[in-house]
Nanobody, 127 residues
């Protein structure tokens, strides 16, 4: 079983950038689909991006693609989420999650497609 730990969250001013990390242990991240989700106060958990395969493929919704980039460093067994041009609406707890490579994309855009979750990291963007 893979374990996931997010880090890199914190307080940032509007217009700033932040890079989140999802460090895996127990198994190699390259053998899983790994996704990022976020949950803002009073809102449902929202899909942000995913990465899988070797070489890796990525998928990011149009609403996220312009500012958010997902990547993977196999040597560090870590998946990253680079976030640029942040605004207060990006304030949320950000989670990473892992799923079997057999799970199709249609399920990977929903939280129910993932078996393993990290504890989350808080991102707060001030105006």
């Amino acid at each position: 079983q893979v374990q996931l730990v997010e880090s890199g969250g914190g307080l940032v001013q509007a217009g700033g950038s932040l890079r989140l990390s999802c460090a895996a242990s127990g198994r190699s991240v390259s053998n899983y689909s790994v996704g990022w989700f976020r949950q803002a106060p009073g809102k449902e958990r929202e899909f942000v991006a995913l990465i899988n395969g070797s070489p890796p493929s990525t998928y990011t919704p149009a609403s996220m693609k312009v500012r958010f980039t997902i990547s993977r460093d196999n040597s560090k067994n870590t998946v990253y989420l680079q976030m640029n041009s942040l605004n207060p609406e990006d304030t949320a707890v950000y989670y990473c999650a892992a799923a079997s490579v057999q799970v199709p994309l249609s399920r990977l855009v929903r939280q129910s497609g993932y078996d393993y979750w990290g504890q989350g990291t808080q991102v707060t963007v001030s105006s």
